[in-house]
């Protein structure tokens, strides 16, 4: 059973507004990971983290930017939302070997105005 | 490149009834691992199997199980009388253990919905 939160569970928030969308493990997990879904249901990886001060950009461009200063803690900002952000957030973690399983949080339902 | 496809976007099957999802894959490498998870209305991804590409084996776990079958890239999972808590998104993902990060590659899920 993992231990990932993510908060907000869900956010209504108006276009221009900067948000910060919280993860947070406690499983001591090197590896964290950002996916966003679409409507359609496909996810894609957006964001992740090899371990404290390392992160990169996934497969789908995106103009959140993410932070990972704790082991625990990654979160994801945006600093001008707009409508087209307007997705289900994903949060994920893993162990150090690349092929480990991740673990995902709840999701955060992020809608834009 | 790695791809995944579950060809199925949405199966309905009355309770009790077996239910089969299909998942295919492709990839160049020959070391890889296949998974799968369940994604309930309330939106968390809930793990449910990991298999790496040199163990064939089936797996049965309860109700579930799964049939790899390298010879023809693909990873099914059948659910043996349904259930209504059945009812969920199930995604099929692939990872190359030679890919940089954690290259986990969805699929484009599966909605089952089970109904009484």
């Known amino acids: 059973e993992a231990d990932i939160y993510q908060t907000p569970r869900y956010l209504v928030i108006g276009t221009g507004k900067k948000i910060t969308l919280e993860c947070s493990q406690t499983m001591g997990h090197d590896k964290m990971y950002w996916y966003q879904q679409d409507p359609g249901m496909e996810l894609h990886l957006i964001h992740y983290?090899?371990?404290?001060?390392?992160?990169e950009k996934g497969d789908l461009s995106s103009e959140s930017t993410v932070s990972r200063i704790r082991t625990e803690h990654f979160p994801l900002t945006l600093e001008s939302a707009r409508p087209s952000h307007t997705s289900q957030y994903l949060c994920?973690?893993?162990?150090?070997?690349?092929?480990?399983?991740?673990?995902f949080g709840p999701g955060t339902r992020l809608t834009v105005l | 490149a790695q791809k995944v496809t579950q060809a199925q976007t949405e199966i309905s099957v009355v309770e009790k009834e077996d239910v089969t999802l299909d998942c295919v894959y492709e990839?160049?490498?020959?070391?890889?691992?296949l998974f799968w998870y369940k994604q309930p209305p309330s939106g968390e991804l809930v793990f449910l199997i990991r298999?790496?590409?040199?163990?064939?084996q089936n797996e049965i776990s309860g109700r579930y199980s799964w049939n790899f079958q390298k010879s023809t890239s693909s990873f099914n999972f059948t659910i043996t009388a349904s259930q209504v808590v059945d009812s969920a998104v199930y995604f099929c993902?692939?990872?190359?253990?030679?890919?940089?990060?954690?290259?986990?590659?969805f699929g484009t899920g599966t909605q089952l919905k089970v109904e009484l």
């Open positions: 994920a973690s893993s162990e150090g070997q690349f092929t480990d399983t991740q673990y």
């Open positions: 993902a692939l990872s190359e253990a030679g890919g940089g990060g954690n290259k986990l590659t």
């Open positions: 990839t160049r490498d020959t070391t890889y691992y």
């Open positions: 298999r790496n590409s040199f163990d064939e």
């Open positions: 983290s090899y371990g404290v001060n390392s992160t």
